[in-house]
């Protein structure tokens, strides 16, 4: 009885010397000196490890040292800017390394072990399906309308250089994302239900719109397409796609046994999409009557906004 209490007098002082924990990341401090005691369970005997603790020590770690991968992307001029590869936290790694720590005391510094994470779409792949245009289509807008131009212009933008992988589909609400505030969109005219209102990305569906004809160009598979409940003026009759975030939505399928790149551009009332792919595509385009390119009258909603519906 007496040598198991000496035995376990003689480990909590051991585990009272152990120095705090320096977490690295290539040479430079991530975190303030942990301390061991955090993350063990006071009792004698062997040191238990709080996976509680650990996991959000390892949330606190990854938050400082993981980064996203950058696609290859094509520049204003067609040329490829090279992918940039990511980071991920090895947390299988930093635990034996933490557990090495914690029992055995190896070592009071660690070095974050990450795992190289790879982007979606890397240069050989975007240069292979930049050559070849399979499908295209433009459409015009009135410039004088500041806010709808500038949702026009965010949504076009976060569809350019946007990948299709074989069998792949598509979704506008998901490549473009919510439209916030946050995220720089405007307040301008939406249809609903034949009336028009004011809300938050109005004019984005000029954008949908112009996509949808493209791709029908390009031959690819409509899954999910919705008209507007009164026809608008950028498009031919039948030929839009209307979407809202909690509504519906633009979906299509790259039917190809290529991958296809939508490349868009809008500026100084213009929206262009193009659909570009690999030499090699088996081709199955289809005909689409092209926009008119007369722009409609400006209409007053109220004394701040007009718009070009």
């Excluded at 709080?50 to 290859?72: G, T, W, Y």
């Excluded at 720089?184 to 249809?191: D, E, H, K, M, T």
């Excluded at 633009?250 to 500026?267: G, K, M, Q, S, W």
Aim: net charge negative; charged share 25%.
């Amino acid at each position: 009885m007496g040598w198991n209490w000496l035995l376990g007098m003689l480990l909590i002082v051991q585990q009272s010397i152990y120095p705090n924990l320096i977490i690295e990341h290539q040479g430079e401090r991530v975190l303030s000196e942990v301390s061991r005691d955090n993350y063990i369970y006071k009792m004698p005997g062997i040191p238990l490890v709080n996976d509680e603790q650990l996991e959000q020590l390892m949330d606190e770690v990854a938050k400082k040292v993981e980064r996203e991968p950058v696609n290859a992307t094509l520049d204003g001029y067609g040329k490829v800017i090279p992918e940039v590869p990511g980071n991920k936290l090895d947390r299988l790694a930093f635990r034996q390394l933490f557990y090495g720590y914690i029992i055995e005391g190896t070592s009071s510094t660690i070095e974050v072990p990450l795992r190289k994470v790879y982007p979606r779409v890397d240069s050989e792949v975007l240069s292979s399906i930049k050559g070849r245009l399979i499908g295209q289509y433009t459409t015009y807008y009135n410039k004088r309308n500041k806010n709808r131009s500038s949702n026009i212009v965010l949504s076009a933008h976060a569809l350019n250089n946007y990948v299709v992988f074989p069998g792949e589909r598509f979704s506008f609400n998901f490549a473009v994302g919510e439209r916030t505030r946050q995220k720089g969109y405007l307040r301008a005219p939406v249809i609903v239900r034949g009336e028009l209102y004011e809300d938050i990305g109005g004019g984005i569906c000029q954008v949908s719109s112009t996509l949808f004809n493209a791709v029908d160009r390009a031959g690819l598979t409509i899954v999910e397409r919705f008209s507007h409940s009164r026809s608008v003026h950028y498009v031919p009759s039948g030929r839009d796609a209307t979407v809202s975030w909690y509504g519906p939505d633009f979906v299509f399928e790259n039917p190809y046994d290529h991958p296809i790149l939508i490349r868009t551009y809008a500026n100084a009332g213009q929206v262009s999409v193009s659909i570009t792919s690999s030499e090699l595509v088996a081709l199955e385009p289809r005909e689409v009557p092209g926009a008119s390119k007369e722009l409609p009258e400006e209409v007053k909603l109220d004394e701040r906004n007009t718009i070009g519906e």
